[in-house]
């Protein structure tokens, strides 16, 4: 219950992850970004 995605708890260890989604951990949130979006 320690990481959230598109704020909703995540607890898979491995979860696909995708470019637009939000992902936080604490008080640090991240947006991911597709290498064709920088």
Known sequence: ???E???KVEA????KLRA????RFG???I???SAETR
């Open 5 to 7: 995605v598109d704020g």
């Open 20 to 23: 637009g989604q939000r992902v």
């Open 27 to 29: 008080r640090e949130e």
């Open 12 to 15: 898979r260890k491995r979860a």
């Open 31 to 33: 947006e991911l970004v």
């Open 1 to 3: 219950g320690q990481v």
